[in-house]
């Protein structure tokens, strides 16, 4: 029986921005970040800890600083499409998750799982109109440094997995913070996803300290995947553009 054609590829990148700032909060660097996202001509992109907008850093950093939320800078004229949950709500500002889409986003909602008053964490839902009439659903995730923390978020992200088609593509990606890959085994026993760069059996990549990675807190994980190609990339420019490194896979659904 011959092989079912591809129904669709898409390049899919994830990446905790900081903020726009290189570690420790020494420089801002929020255009250089763009130019190398932009590089990486992903089609969907999935943010953590994007700000919405930050009074004080805005008129410190006056001259590099965007006149629109750093969301919307990032997406510019590439992705025409985006959505943002708004996490963590202070005085000066706000910051969260976001999706940059080159596809029409008919539908997003972010939910709140935050467990304690230091960290604010969110779950943002979309869906993405591909072509084919194809529904993409995706979870732009950034969970909890407190590992029983963790385990509850993870309970909460499966409740939203679970009102999702068994049969509809699905795409969760995001900072997972979950350096002992106890979340890794539940996400692939428990919810039946599939981690992009650990699919061989390999474990998850290392992502953190983005110049010298050693911990593995940055997931793709993929559901009705025909193919997942991950994507290796080099530690430059990414160490000195934000604290976590990259992922990057191609996805054939």
Known sequence: M??????????????NTHKGFTSFNRRFILPELR???????????????VLGEHHAWSRRHR????HKPQYEFLADSIWHAYAYGRNAVYPEGHHGNA???????????NHDVSLNGMEKRGLLYSCLNL????????????????????QQ????????????DLNAPLIVAGDFNDWRLHGDRYMREELGLCEAFGHTGAKPARTFPAHFPLLRLD?????????????VLPNKPWSH??????????IIF
């Open 2 to 15: 011959p092989n079912r054609a591809p129904l669709y590829s898409i390049k899919v990148m994830t990446v």
């Open 153 to 164: 978020q993870l309970r909460m992200l499966r409740g939203l997995v679970d009102k999702i």
């Open 241 to 250: 553009l934000s604290d976590h490194k990259p992922l990057l896979a191609e």
């Open 63 to 66: 001259e590099r600083w965007p």
């Open 99 to 109: 999706l940059l889409s080159k596809y029409p986003i008919s539908h997003w909602e």
């Open 35 to 49: 130019n190398a996202v932009r590089a990486l001509s992903a089609d969907v992109v999935f943010l953590q800890e």
């Open 219 to 231: 997931r793709i994980y993929t559901r009705c995947a025909r193919t997942v190609i991950p994507v």
């Open 131 to 150: 072509p084919n009439d194809i529904t993409l659903h995706t979870i732009c995730v950034h969970l909890s440094l407190r590992e029983n923390d963790r």
